[in-house]
C-alpha cells in the first residue's frame, strides 16, 4: 500500500476510535479546560483533512481531463467528469465536490510534460493548508478574492497580499477573513467592482410559488444595494427594544403576559404584550407590513414611498471621481462608486471627516437633495421612469439629477427626473447622456447605437401625450 495511504488509514482508524468515544458520552467527563482543547485539536485534525480532500480532488480531476477521452480516469470508472467521480466516491454533494476542486486547483503544484515543477498558484495558502493553520472556508474567501483581482495586479502584489491574509487567518475567524480579502481585492484591482455590480444585479431576482397546502413558497437573491435595504428594514424592526409592528389580528389572540409595555402620552402603562413570533415570522411580517405601508402611503402621498435608511461610506474622492468601492452596512460584499452616486442621486449624503486612527473630526450637515413636493412634481411631468419603454409608476422609481450634483447641478424641478432602479443604475454606468430641453429631460444614445445623434424627450404622463 501506498505511504500516503497507510498514513492515512492508520490516522481514520485512531479518530474512528476516538469520534465512537465522543458519542458515548465520554466528552461529559472533561473538565472546561479540556474540552476547549478538545476543540482547538478537532479543528486541526479536521483542517489536515480538509487539505488531503481538496487535493485528491483536484488531483482526480486534473487525471479525468476531457482531453484524454477514455483514457481518463473519470471515464473509466464510468462517469463523464472528475466532479462526478468525486461526488461518487465520497458521497458528498456535487457543489461540494466542485468546490472542492476548483479550491485545490488553485493550491495544488505539479509537474509538466517534461518533468519540471509547477509551483502553486498560492503557494502561502497551500502551505498554511499543509500544516493545518488555515481551513478551506478562509482558504477558498481568500484564494477566490485574489483569483478575482489578478487580471490587473502584480504578481508582488498578490503574494504580499496573499502572505497578509494567511496571518491573518492564523487567528481571525473564516468571516472576518472574508472582509480583509474583500478589502484587498478592491485595493488591488480598483476597477473591478463596477463589471461585478452589474453581474449581481443580473443575477437578482425573486420567485412566488403556487399555493400547497395553503401557503405559497417563495424565494430570491439580492444584489449588495437591495440586501442592505432588506437587513436595515429587518434590523430594525427586529430590534428587542422595539414594541412588536405589523401583528396579525390572529397574533394578537394568542399573546401571553409579560413582554413590551404600552404607555400613554401621561407615561402611564396602559398595556403589556409579549410578541409571540419567531423571528422568521416576524422578519416576514414586516416585509409584508412594509409592502402595504408603501402601498397605503402610494394612494394618498403622491406616489412616493419611505425610505428604509441604510448607512454607505465611500472616500469623498472616490464618490465624485466615480471611481473604487462603497461599503453598505451588514453587507459584505463592496459596491462600485457609480452605485454609490445613484444611492446619493437619489437619497442624499452626508460628509464626515475623519482623522488617521478613524476619529470623527467633523459631521456634516445632511444634503436631502429632492422634497416630497419636488418629487410630486416630477410625477406629473414625467409620469413614471422617463427610460424609452419603460412601465413603472412614480412610486417605484428614483429622483435623478441630469447634472449630477457633485457637478453643481441644482436639486430642483428643472434638473430632475425619475427614473426607476434599474434604469437608474443603467444611466450612471453606461454611454448614455441625458440632459434637459425646455424644462424636460431628453436622451441621447452613444454613436454606435444612433449614428444621428438626436435628443430625444423622454416621459410619459398621460396628460400631455397628445400634445
Known amino acids: 500500500m501506498n505511504e500516503t495511504i497507510s498514513e492515512v488509514a492508520a490516522a481514520a482508524d485512531a479518530l474512528g476510535v476516538a469520534a465512537g468515544r465522543s458519542v458515548s458520552g465520554a466528552l461529559d467527563l472533561l473538565g472546561d479546560e479540556d474540552l476547549a482543547g478538545l476543540l482547538a485539536e478537532v479543528e486541526r485534525a479536521g483542517r489536515l483533512i480538509d487539505t488531503l480532500r481538496v487535493a485528491a480532488a483536484a488531483e482526480a480531476d486534473v487525471r479525468s481531463d476531457h482531453d484524454l477521452g477514455n483514457a481518463g480516469l473519470a471515464r473509466r470508472l464510468g462517469h463523464s467528469r472528475g466532479t462526478h467521480l468525486v461526488e461518487h466516491i465520497t458521497r458528498v454533494s456535487q457543489s461540494e465536490a466542485a468546490r472542492r476542486i476548483q479550491l485545490g486547483t488553485l493550491i495544488r503544484s505539479g509537474r509538466s510534460l517534461d518533468g519540471r515543477p509547477i509551483p502553486s498558484r498560492f503557494p502561502a495558502v497551500a502551505a498554511a493548508m499543509g500544516s493545518g493553520l488555515l481551513g478551506m472556508d478562509a482558504a477558498a474567501r481568500i484564494t477566490r478574492c485574489l483569483a478575482q483581482a489578478s487580471r490587473v495586479a502584480s504578481d508582488d502584489a498578490l503574494r504580499t497580499a496573499e502572505e497578509k491574509l494567511v496571518t491573518v487567518a492564523a487567528f481571525e475567524s473564516a468571516d472576518l477573513v472574508a472582509v480583509q480579502a474583500r478589502v484587498w481585492r478592491e485595493a488591488l484591482d480598483p476597477d473591478g467592482a463596477l463589471p461585478r455590480d452589474a453581474e449581481l444585479r443580473q443575477r437578482r431576482g425573486f420567485s412566488l410559488g403556487r399555493e400547497v397546502n395553503g401557503m405559497s413558497p417563495f424565494s430570491g437573491w439580492a444584489d449588495p444595494t437591495s440586501s442592505a435595504l432588506l437587513r ?205 430641453n425646455n424644462g424636460k429631460p431628453h436622451l441621447l444614445a452613444p454613436p454606435w447605437l444612433d449614428p444621428d445623434q438626436l435628443l430625444r424627450p423622454l416621459g410619459q404622463t398621460r396628460a400631455l401625450l397628445t400634445a
Not at 416576514?284 to 402621498?301: K, N, V, W
Not at 469623498?316 to 462603497?326: A, E, I, P, S
Not at 457637478?407 to 424641478?413: K, R
Open 232 to 436: 436595515a428594514m429587518f434590523a430594525e424592526g427586529a430590534n428587542p427594544s422595539a414594541k412588536p409592528r405589523f401583528l396579525d389580528p390572529d397574533d394578537l389572540l394568542n399573546l401571553e403576559e409579560g413582554g413590551a409595555e404600552f404607555t400613554d402620552e401621561c407615561g402611564e402603562v396602559i398595556e403589556t404584550i409579549r410578541d409571540p413570533r419567531t423571528r422568521a415570522q416576524r422578519q416576514f411580517d414586516i416585509l409584508i407590513g412594509t409592502l402595504t405601508a408603501g402601498l397605503r402611503r402610494s394612494e394618498h402621498d403622491g406616489g412616493f414611498r419611505p425610505m428604509t435608511t441604510v448607512m454607505a461610506v465611500v472616500k469623498l474622492t472616490d464618490l465624485r471621481k466615480g471611481t473604487g468601492v462603497g461599503w453598505l452596512d451588514d453587507v459584505n460584499e463592496p459596491v462600485s462608486a457609480s452605485t454609490m452616486q445613484q444611492l446619493a442621486c437619489d437619497s442624499g449624503y452626508r460628509e464626515v471627516l475623519v482623522g488617521d486612527s478613524g476619529e470623527i473630526l467633523k459631521l456634516g450637515i445632511a444634503q436631502r437633495l429632492f422634497s416630497g413636493p419636488q418629487r410630486k412634481a416630477l410625477a406629473v411631468r414625467d409620469g413614471g421612469c422617463v427610460w424609452p419603454q419603460c412601465t413603472a409608476p412614480p412610486s417605484w422609481c428614483e429622483a435623478h439629477h441630469v447634472v449630477e450634483y457633485k457637478d453643481g447641478g441644482a436639486t430642483d424641478v428643472d434638473n430632475g427626473a425619475l427614473l426607476c432602479s434599474a434604469h437608474h443604475h443603467m444611466l450612471h454606468a453606461s454611454e448614455f447622456i441625458m440632459r434637459m
